[in-house]
Structure formats: C-alpha cells, structure tokens
C-alpha cells in the first residue's frame, strides 16, 4: 500500500507547472518528509525530467572573427600522437562548444597541413582543455596549431 503515495507523488510533480523553477528547487521541495529510498528516485527522476523539458535546446553558432579571436591558448604535442592545450574563452557570453583546429607539421623542408575537430564546452571567461590524436610527421618534426573555426551558443546574462 505505501506504492499508492509514491505514485500521487511522482504524478504530483510530473503534472505540477508552476515554480519550483530549477532541479535543486524542485529535489529541496518535494523530498520534505521523504523516508524511503524508493520514493527519493522518483522524486529525482521527476524533478529530472520536469528540469529537462523547460530547458531550450541551445541554437549552436558558427562564432565570428572577433569572438573567435577572443579564444587564445596554448598547445603542443603531448605524448605519442596526443596534441592537446588549454583554451581560455575570452567571450562575456558565449558557451564554446567546438574548435576546428589546424595543425602544421613542418618535416624538413615538407610542410603539411590538416584539420582535426574538438568537442569541447568551455563557459565564458574559462579555460578549460581540449585535445585530439594528430597524424605525426618524421623524427625531428615540428608543429604548429591555430584556431581555424569555432561554434558556440548565447549565453543569457543574469
């Protein structure tokens, strides 16, 4: 008979609209005088899946030149075929979610040039690292590496 309450429970807040506004809220609200472990993952799962349909899928950008300059870093071949740095986001409101980053790699008098793509999600005014394998040249090779493209999404400011 206890299942009865964690049924009302869960379709309490599956159905509820109004505040609590974010998953904290909604978990702190509705796990007052809870004693059942059962009855805790019903109540996250609901505040979950309530929290995920009024999230907004985020509208991903093509960043211009001027925000695109604001990402500056540094890189270099880690060990074996790793290539990885860090990125700071200099962008007041822009999340970055993607770097289309260039590689040149210099073997003798050879130099040869390819793309490699990072998914990355680095908040505004953050450093946060990225990394990728890169196709090594000869014994002796040196490499170089700039930020071809990135794609982002709007942050609201508070």
């Known amino acids: 008979m206890r299942i009865i309450p964690l049924i009302l429970v869960t379709l309490f807040l599956l159905g509820c609209d109004r505040k609590p506004a974010t998953y904290d809220e909604c978990i702190l609200e509705n796990m007052k005088g809870v004693k059942s472990d059962v009855g805790a993952k019903l109540i996250h799962r609901s505040c979950y899946e309530k929290n995920k349909k009024q999230t907004t899928p985020k509208e991903i950008k093509q960043l211009e030149v001027k925000e695109r300059l604001n990402l500056t870093g540094r890189a270099s071949l880690d060990y074996s075929n ?26 003798g008098k050879k130099e040869t040039s390819r793309y490699y793509i990072s998914k990355v999600n680095i908040p505004p005014l953050t450093s946060k690292g990225f990394g990728f394998d890169i196709i090594l040249g000869g014994n002796g090779s040196e490499y170089t590496w700039a930020i071809s493209s990135a794609k982002g999404y709007e942050v609201k400011q508070p």
């Open 82 to 107: 790793y290539y990885s740095g860090d990125i700071y986001n200099g962008n007041e409101s822009i999340t970055v979610t993607e770097l289309k980053v260039k590689i040149t790699t210099v073997d």
